[in-house]
């Protein structure tokens, strides 16, 4: 008897403050219709509950990560990222995430799909969306990837092992350029007035705004920014902007429906004191070297996204940007230290004569289930 259901293998698996569904591209319809129809059916897209699928409802658990053969000599693996629409049939493969990204290692490993050395396996990830390589240093043991560690990521409970993950190879990730309008700072005129904003590109392109400008403070909770309506629409008026500068999209209406993901946009500001929303506790302005408020999918992430931090890292480093002006001594440091809603992130980067030459950061990972999702036939 035929069943009107179909089985498709897929691993679930958390990388840094994200969660992604991971899929083999042999698993997958060749046609790109047909292939995201049935990724729409994994995780009960269109749908603001995704109740019959296995997306979380949360733009950063409805996250896709499709693994194949390497199509480049210098690659161990393919890896192509898709943000998946919750409340419509779509899937955005306009950029990339670094939290998932930071899973795809030891994926890889655990698949049997490159070869193990102990006590690190490097891992050289070819990005499809952005055409770029990522070296991913994982922690192995027995053969399989570690998991247990002592490394704590803000928004992450426990601790894990490390995953060093190096994006210095990511500049121009879409737009072909480090700085896509060939300036650290450029003018929008935006409904509210003009409005100085910075677009960098490194890992994924950002828009960067000073907090200041917004009549923030750039310490906000999610709950003040996500419930203030007016903040939300005026953010994504200013990235459709952004897009439509960088030439992502032919205009405002377009940025929003066909990539809504990319460009990211944040707000910053100089060290300040604030209150870890998940905690409680005082995250004081010492401790930081930048506080910011990153948007995406048109609300506050909760944390940091990965490839953002990496954007954000080199923008810091980059003289005559928002993010360089708002970081104390930024010159003398390397390791940069960045305040977000659950606490602090750290990056290293240097950006040397207009190129970068590092962009690296910590997160862990692990797989958390595998087996079938069924989908209807």
């Known amino acids: 008897m035929k069943s009107d259901f179909y089985r498709l293998p897929c691993c679930i698996m958390r990388g840094g403050t994200s969660k ?20 729409l059916g994994v995780f009960g897209s269109p749908d603001v509950r995704q109740i019959d699928g296995l997306g979380g409802a949360d733009p950063l658990t409805s996250k896709l990560a499709i693994i194949g053969a390497p199509t480049r000599p210098d690659a161990d693996v393919d890896y192509t990222f898709g943000q998946v629409s919750i409340d419509k049939p779509y899937v955005d493969y306009h950029g990339n995430c670094g939290n998932i990204s930071s899973a795809v290692g030891p994926f890889a490993i655990n698949e049997g799909l490159v070869r193990v050395t102990s006590p690190v396996t490097t891992v050289r990830i070819h990005n499809t969306n952005t055409g770029k390589i990522l ?94 309506a007016a903040l939300l629409t005026y953010l994504e008026e200013i990235r459709g902007k952004a897009a439509v500068l960088c030439g992502m999209a032919a205009n405002e209406k377009e940025a929003l429906e066909k990539s809504p993901a990319f460009p990211m946009i944040a707000f910053v500001a100089p060290p300040a004191d604030y209150a870890d929303f998940t905690s409680g506790k005082t995250i004081k302005a010492g401790d930081v070297d930048m506080v910011s408020r990153l948007m995406f999918m048109q609300v506050l992430h909760k944390t940091y996204a990965g490839t953002g931090l990496c954007c954000t890292g080199a923008a810091m480093k980059i003289p005559g940007t928002i993010p360089y002006e708002a970081t104390p001594d930024v010159e003398k440091k390397t390791l940069l230290r960045i305040g977000h809603p659950a606490g602090v992130i750290t990056v290293q980067a240097k950006v040397e004569n207009g190129k970068v030459t590092r962009c690296a950061f910590a997160r862990t990972a692990r797989r958390i289930m595998d087996g079938y999702v069924y989908l209807k036939s």
């Open 135 to 228: 070296i991913a240093e994982v922690p192995v043991e027995n053969g399989v990837a570690k998991t247990q560690g002592d490394c704590f990521i803000a928004g992450v409970p426990g601790k894990g092992a490390e995953i060093l993950l190096d994006f210095s190879d990511t500049a121009g990730s879409s737009t072909g350029k480090l700085l896509p309008t060939g300036k650290p700072k450029d003018r929008l005129e935006t409904s509210k007035g003009p409005l100085e904003v910075s677009i960098v590109d490194v890992a994924n392109p950002m828009v960067f705004v000073r907090a200041k400008d917004l009549g923030m403070l750039g310490t906000e909770s999610p709950k003040e920014i996500n419930g203030n």
């Open 20 to 39: 992604a569904m991971f899929l083999k591209k042999n698993h997958l319809p060749e046609d790109p219709a047909a292939r995201d129809a049935a990724i």
